[in-house]
C-alpha cells in the first residue's frame, strides 16, 4: 500500500525558509511524479510544484518560482520542497501527492495517493 508522509511544517517570518519532506513508501516510484499541492483556508487546493521521479524532470506554479525548490532522495525515497523568501500568501496546508507518469503533473485529480498534509504558516 502506498504510503506517503508530509513533514517539515510550522510558523516562520515572512523572509524565511522552511523544507518540507515527503516521505514515500509502498511500491517503486521510477515512473512516477511526486507534486506538491497547497490549500489555502476558504481556497481550492493548488499546484506548486512536481517532479518526474525517473528523469528529474520539474515544474513550478509561477507564484513560487525562483524561491522553492523541489527535489529527490532515491535512497531515501524522499522528496523535498525548499521553501527560501517565504510570504505571508504562502501559508496554506501543503500536502504532497503521488500519480503515474507526467501528463497532467498540475491537476491534483490525476493524483492517486496523497499524504496528510503539513501547515505553513507564515507571519507578516
Known amino acids: 500500500q502506498v504510503q506517503l508522509v508530509e513533514s517539515g511544517g510550522g510558523l516562520v517570518q515572512a523572509g524565511g525558509s522552511l523544507r518540507l519532506s515527503c516521505a514515500a513508501s509502498?511500491?517503486?516510484?521510477?515512473?512516477?511524479?511526486m507534486g506538491w499541492f497547497r490549500q489555502a483556508p476558504g481556497k481550492e487546493r493548488e499546484f506548486v510544484a512536481a517532479?518526474?521521479?525517473?528523469?528529474?524532470?520539474?515544474s513550478y506554479a509561477d507564484p513560487v518560482k525562483g524561491r522553492f525548490t523541489i527535489s529527490r532522495d532515491n535512497a531515501k525515497n524522499t522528496v523535498y520542497l525548499q521553501m527560501n523568501s517565504l510570504k505571508p500568501e504562502d501559508t496554506a496546508v501543503y500536502h504532497c501527492?503521488?500519480?503515474?507518469?507526467?501528463?497532467?503533473?498540475?491537476?491534483?485529480?490525476?493524483?492517486?495517493?496523497w499524504g496528510q498534509g503539513t501547515q505553513v504558516t507564515v507571519s507578516s
Open positions: 501527492g503521488t500519480k503515474s507518469g507526467w501528463v497532467r503533473f498540475y491537476s491534483d485529480a490525476s493524483y492517486e495517493y
Open positions: 517532479i518526474y521521479w525517473g528523469g528529474g524532470l520539474t
Open positions: 509502498g511500491r517503486t516510484f521510477s515512473s512516477s511524479t
